[in-house]
């Protein structure tokens, strides 16, 4: 056998071991899921995970870590492809809810099991994701120069909850549902409304 074979052998396990965490933890809850059970579901013995991963602590920092990894570069090349800044917002729209809902485990579980990462593994996770945020908000700033920092900010932050609420309800995987929640990101981002007084 050769070493690369081997090596995407092992990739794939571990991607895998993962998947497979990512929906114990979002059904369950990461503390009720013992090594045992999650060796159990992918077919090998709780202790034969230590071979990939050296605790369910750290199996939890890397799938948060690449969720937040996988967000933040994506992101980022888009906001680098150059689009004008409008086309560029559809496009982090579009990227953000593609990932909501092929990976509605992921997405619950960043939502509910963030404080149980090591301190290390958290501020990774922060880290991407205030990069993330930048991002967008560099864009709204284009796209919406009148905007003061503050209400751009609630603005992207409300539109992440708005669109992290996919894997919450049944029919998130629908072309109505992409459509719907499209068009009321748009509005929660460049609509011309502003709160009242």
Request: charge should be neutral; aromatic fraction near 6%; charged fraction near 25%.
């Amino acid at each position: 056998m050769s070493t690369t074979w081997r090596t995407e052998q092992k990739a794939n396990r571990r991607a895998e071991i993962l998947r497979t965490a990512a929906e114990l933890f979002a059904e369950r809850g990461y503390a009720s899921v013992s090594t045992v059970e999650l060796g159990e579901a992918v077919g090998m013995s709780g202790p034969a995970l230590y071979k990939h991963f050296p605790s369910k602590e750290a199996l939890l920092g890397e799938l948060l870590i690449d969720a937040s990894t996988h967000l933040s570069e994506g992101g980022r090349r888009i906001v680098e492809d150059g689009d004008p800044p409008v086309r560029t917002l559809d496009r982090l729209i579009g990227f953000h809810i593609g990932y909501t809902t092929t990976s509605p485990a992921v997405i619950r579980v960043q939502d509910r099991e963030l404080a149980q990462l090591s301190p290390e593994a958290n501020r990774t996770v922060r880290a991407l994701q205030r990069s993330y945020v930048q991002d967008w908000d560099a864009v709204l700033a284009r796209v919406r120069p009148e905007l003061d920092s503050a209400e751009r900010q609630i603005r992207v932050l409300g539109c992440f909850g708005l669109l992290n609420s996919t894997p919450y309800f049944a029919q998130a995987h629908t072309t109505q549902t992409v459509r719907v929640l499209t068009a009321m990101a748009r509005d929660a981002l460049r609509g011309s409304g502003t709160p009242a007084a």
